[in-house]
């Protein structure tokens, strides 16, 4: 399939030990889009799976001549999988779903429409009736209000695996690490900022058991103060670490100038007499003031590294280009 046939759907579902539900996942798929003539490509990323997974994609490629694969050589996680998935795409439109049946495949028509018809750059499906232990859904509505409150985003389910994309969003954005659940944050600060959310049906786990246990979130919350420092500072590290730095040692200056002009007006009697002044060295003040110009010159230090890796780095010029004119 070259450029100029281009499927309009690229449909980019991460596997990991999911070869019982694969056959039933990509058969649903291929109903709705075929009752909706939607020409679309189905790109499974096995992302080293220890189960028949990717027998099973060998078997369902001769059933389905839309469907593409890759096998990672081991497990690198959902963000690797999804990053190498949107640089497969050819699609128009890019739907993200998983692989384990909870996630329902009708919805991608009106998540389609609302990506072509209304403009919109990021669709998240909002999974407002989750089929999930209590254990998972009030941890998961902390995450999101935290992640609501840091990135001034509104949506309710940020971790939600069903979402649509216009092509050139996943085409500007690189996700690493564990960065999926910020996809749409990652996408607002490349300048994609037309952000809509659509109620999915969410579906009862059918086979297997979740992959994910508590301490994604803590590694999430860890992610969500990475991806805004680099949203933030990423090319000016400075504004960030200069500015702590410059109040740390004018605090730690003041606290040394108040014990020093302190000391001037003892000796010279401005005090009154019967008032014991201990010397400057032996006044906690005096170590406060040391630790925070110690800790001013600190930052000032990691910025200057980080402005001259930032200033290195390969690329440092390279802008989003919307429109042009020549």
């Known amino acids: 399939m070259g450029m100029t046939d281009a499927p309009q759907v690229s449909i980019v579902i991460p596997v990991y030990n999911e070869a019982e539900s694969l056959p039933e996942l990509l058969s649903w798929i291929d109903r709705v889009c075929t009752a909706h003539q939607l020409s679309y490509e189905t790109i499974l990323v096995d992302d080293g799976s220890q189960d028949a997974s990717w027998a099973v ?20 996680g959902k963000s690797a999988a999804l990053n190498i998935g949107f640089q497969k795409s050819r699609g128009q439109v890019v739907i993200t ?12 028509p009106e998540l389609v429409r609302m990506i072509r018809t209304e403009g919109m750059h990021l669709v998240s499906g909002w999974k407002q009736k989750r089929h999930d232990p209590l254990g998972k859904r009030l941890p998961s509505r902390f995450f999101n209000y935290t992640t609501r409150l840091i990135t001034g985003i509104q949506l309710h389910d940020f971790n939600c695996g069903l979402k649509a994309y216009d092509h050139q969003v996943v085409k500007s954005i690189e996700v690493y690490g564990e960065m999926h659940r910020y996809i749409p944050y990652l996408a607002k600060s490349a300048g994609f900022g037309r952000i809509g ?27 969500l103060l990475s991806v805004s420092f680099m949203a933030r500072f990423g090319r000016k590290p400075m504004h960030f670490f200069g500015v702590w730095g410059t109040l740390s040692m004018l605090l730690g200056f003041g606290i040394t100038l108040w014990l020093v002009v302190q000391k001037v007006l003892y000796a010279t009697g401005v005090l009154g007499v019967g ?18 110009g ?28 919307r429109d042009e004119i020549s």
Do not use: C, T, W
């Not at 779903?97 to 991608?108: C, G, R, V, W």
């Not at 008032?275 to 925070?292: G, N, S």
């Open 57 to 76: 994609i060998q078997e369902q490629q001769a059933r389905y001549a839309s469907l593409r694969a890759v096998r990672f050589q081991r497990n690198y």
């Open 294 to 321: 110690v800790i001013g010159v600190q930052l000032f230090l990691a910025g200057f590294i980080g402005e001259l890796v930032a200033r290195s780095a390969a690329d440092r010029n390279q802008y989003l280009i």
């Open 275 to 292: 008032f014991r002044m201990r010397d400057v060295v032996d006044q906690p003040l005096f170590y406060m003031a040391l630790a925070l």
């Open 197 to 223: 959310e659509k109620v999915v049906r969410h579906y009862p786990r059918k086979f297997g058991y979740s992959k994910f246990g508590f301490e994604r979130y803590l590694n999430g919350f860890l992610d």
């Open 97 to 108: 779903l998983d692989a384990d049946l909870q996630d329902s495949p009708d919805e991608i």
